[in-house]
Structure formats: C-alpha cells, structure tokens
C-alpha cells in the first residue's frame, strides 16, 4: 500500500469509529461551526493543534504558518482573523511556538534559504531587540528555544495592534490573546503570556486606532 493510500485507509476507520460513538456526530459537523478558539501554530508537523489538544473538529479554527507568525501584510493571516474574531467570535486567540522551532533556528543563523529569508526576516528583529538576554545563553538549543517565547509574544502584541481585535474588543471583553509553547520533549503546552483589552492600557500610543 502507498503512504497516502494509508492516509485514506485511516481515514475511513477514524469516520467508523467516530459514528460508532456518537451516530450524530457527523449530521451535527455538516450544519456548521461555532470554534470557541482560533490556533495561530507553527507548520511544524510535530505542532497539530487537535491532538495536542484533545478537541473535536469543530472546536478549534486553526491558521499556520513557518514560525507562527502574525505579519500585518499577510492577508491569509488577516482574512482567517476578521473571519473568526468578526464572524465566528472566537474568545479566545492563542499564537502556538514550540521548541526546536526550525523557523526560529533558521532566523538564528546566517544561511540563506531562499524565499523564506523574507518571510522569517521579522524574528531576525526580535532577536535584536532581546540580543542581550539570548546571548547570555549559551546553548544554541536553549537560546534557540527562547527567542521561540520572544517570537510568540511579539506575534502576541501584532494581533493587539490589528483593528480587527482593537475593533472587536471596543464592543464587549473578547478575545483575550494567549502566547503558548510546546515543549516538543513533554508535549506539554505552557502559557508565557496573555493579553486582554486592558493591555491597550499601556500600548504605544501611534498602535491605537480612533475606529
Ligand atoms: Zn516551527
């Protein structure tokens, strides 16, 4: 058997045993969705947010990228936000890294790699910005694995500074913003940050938008 055919094969087991369970499990996904979370994860195939989780389709609307990241031009980004925040209403957002990030290696270092230079140019930034604390690390492994935690909060305050989560929390308390790494040695998922619309509070002035 080829290996995607074992992905098919898979497929229809999974589908048996889910209908198995719960005969209405399938009637209820095909009349829609109502995800309490949107996941903004790395590609990493180490990083799928359902089993990491535990959760059902249906629960979590999911957007990845090389390195998780939240840049202000990308109108995929942008399209799967407003979507969830506007129309879904999500509650909650959470921008996933994880260690042995090879975006965020790749950014450490000096080789080209082509296109994705461009792309993860930006954890390049947050290098510089946190320079001292990542030097004094000497492992590369380890220094790698936090400017992984400084790339998730700066992800973390560019979705502060879009309109689209200024203009959602200027009408009621949601969505609160979560930075999470997975340790990919656990499994286990850790918090380093969370932000809710009282942070506007103490943001830069020239990021709030009059709307
Ligand atoms: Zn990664």
């Known amino acids: 058997m080829k290996s995607y055919e074992m992905l098919l094969e898979s497929n229809r087991a999974w589908a048996e045993k889910q209908n198995a369970e719960d005969p209405s499990f399938f009637e209820k996904m095909a009349k829609g969705q109502s995800p309490e979370f949107l996941w903004i994860g790395c590609s990493d195939s180490r990083a799928p947010a359902d089993k990491l989780t535990g959760t059902d389709p249906g629960q979590i609307f999911v957007h990845r990228n090389v390195a998780n990241l939240v840049v202000h031009t990308d109108f995929n980004l942008l399209s799967v936000l407003q979507y969830a925040v506007q129309v879904l209403k999500v509650k909650h957002i959470m921008v996933v890294g994880h260690t042995g990030c090879g975006g965020v290696r790749a950014a450490m270092g000096n080789k080209s790699f082509g296109l994705i230079d461009s ?12 320079e001292k604390e990542l030097m004094a690390i000497e492992n590369e492994d380890e220094r790698a694995d936090k ?4 790339n998730v909060i700066q992800q973390v305050n560019n979705l502060k500074n879009t309109t689209i989560v200024q203009n959602a929390w200027k009408e009621g308390e949601y969505p609160y913003l979560h ?12 918090q380093i940050v969370e932000l809710d619309k009282s942070s506007m509070d103490d943001s830069v002035d020239v990021f709030k938008y009059s709307i």
């Open 147 to 150: 400017l992984a935690e400084f």
């Open 119 to 130: 792309w993860i140019k930006g954890i390049k930034d947050v290098y510089v910005q946190n």
């Open 179 to 190: 930075g999470w790494i997975l340790e990919l040695k656990s499994g286990h998922i850790k």
